[in-house]
Structures are given as structure tokens and as C-alpha cells.
């Protein structure tokens, strides 16, 4: 039996993590890749573990592990597996708390809905801009759909083997790709986009732990244009600090 089931890979997930592992509290946390399991530091009292964790999987673990609280760290933009860890912990009757992530301010700025509507205006009349995407490798298929991707489009993913198959499996050049851990400074976002000699900035509203501000106002300082993804269920959740009060309320 483990007291707690943590999905993770995100900031929010590494220090709950952390806290989990200092109050040797038993537990396990799961996260999609290899890099972001090492990324953890494991104990005694928890376990780490890597890979995709189908719904059926899930279920197993659960009824193998029958925790006392399921929490849900993962990345905000990640919708589908928060929406399965919900439906599994309420077939099986188990307590789970979502992980909500500080959002900032997006006024002034263009915001989508979701990635199709971004790549329409991006194939629009300003269609030969240089575009600098920190949506992600998982966005690469959509990149390529850009009109003259190959010149135009730079994408900065994470440093893994799986990030990089994904960005070149879509037909993004490898030059035009940079593996990279962030978040990053205002001074390095900005010497990034400099280099590449982008004029448009891609991103995700990712809050305070994504380096989303130091994104932007470096791009404010170079006068590109920002578009950015909204983030969805923004509203959902806990804090940090309110996940950690419902973990040790959940052992006592």
C-alpha cells in the first residue's frame, strides 16, 4: 500500500515531491519521461516512476497501491491525463486534489484557444515572420504546418531523446531546434531571440514556474509579437502549500 500517488514532471511536482520524501511520507510519484524522473530525487519511502500510464494501468495501480489521496501535479496544459486520473479515482471511490499553477496577466497580448486557431494567423499576411515556438515538442506536428516552417519556425524543447524525435519526426530542421532545460532569464530569452532573428513568440500561459514574464518581456523588448495559448481549467485546483496541508491530513 502506498499512502500517496503523486503525478508530477512539473515544477509544483518536484517540490511536493520533495516535501514528500522529507516527511517520509510513503508514497510514489509518476511522471511521462525518463528526464523528468531524474529530476527527482527518490528515498525510501518514495517511489519513482517513469512512462505513459494508460487509463486501464492506472486503474490497476490504484487498486494494486489503494492510496489514501491522489494528487494531480502535472503540466497545466496536459488535460487529458488530468481528466483520466479524475475519472479513475472517482470509479474506484479515492480522494484526489488537482494542482493549480499561478497564472499571470495576459492583457495586451494575442490569446487562442487552442493551437489551430494560432497557426491560421500565423499563415495569414503576416506569413513570413520568424517565428521562436516554446509550446514544446508535442506542438511540432502543428509547427510544421506553418507555411515555410523550415526557414521560419526555431522550436526550444526539452533535452531529451524523445523531445527531439518528436521536433524532427515532424520535419522541423534539426538547426532550427534548441534542447534546452528553463525556465530562462529575461537576458538569455532575450539573447535566444536575437540570434534566431524572431519577431514572433510562441507560448503557453505557464505561470511564474514556466518563465512565462521572462519570455514575454524580452520579447516586449525586442517589439515582437506575442501570441499565446490559454491555458485551460485555470481556476482549477489547489496551491502548492494547500496540497501539502491535504497530504498530511490524509495520513493522520
Known sequence: MTDIILFGGTWEGRMLADF????DISSMVS??????????????????????????????????????????ATHPYASHISRTIQDVCCGLGIKHVSVKREGSPTDGYMVFEDLDQMIDHLNGPD???????????????????????????????????????QALAAGIPPGHIICMQGPFSRVINEAMFRETRASVLLTKESGKAGGFSEKVRAADDLDMEVLILRRPDADRG???????????????
Open 238 to 252: 489547489v496551491t502548492v502549500d494547500e496540497a501539502k496541508q491535504m497530504v498530511l491530513r490524509a495520513i493522520e
Open 20 to 23: 514528500l520524501g522529507e516527511n
Open 31 to 72: 511522471v511521462v519521461s525518463e528526464y523528468g524522473a531524474s529530476l527527482l530525487s527518490g528515498s525510501q519511502t518514495l517511489k519513482i516512476r517513469s512512462g505513459v500510464l494508460p487509463r486501464e494501468e492506472m486503474k490497476e495501480l490504484f487498486q494494486r497501491e489503494m492510496p489514501r489521496l491522489v494528487v494531480d
Open 127 to 165: 506569413r513570413n515572420k520568424v517565428v521562436f515556438s516554446t509550446l514544446g515538442a508535442k506542438s511540432s506536428p502543428s509547427l510544421a504546418r506553418i507555411e515555410g516552417h523550415g526557414e521560419r519556425v526555431f522550436t526550444r524543447i526539452l533535452p531529451s531523446e524523445e523531445s527531439l524525435h
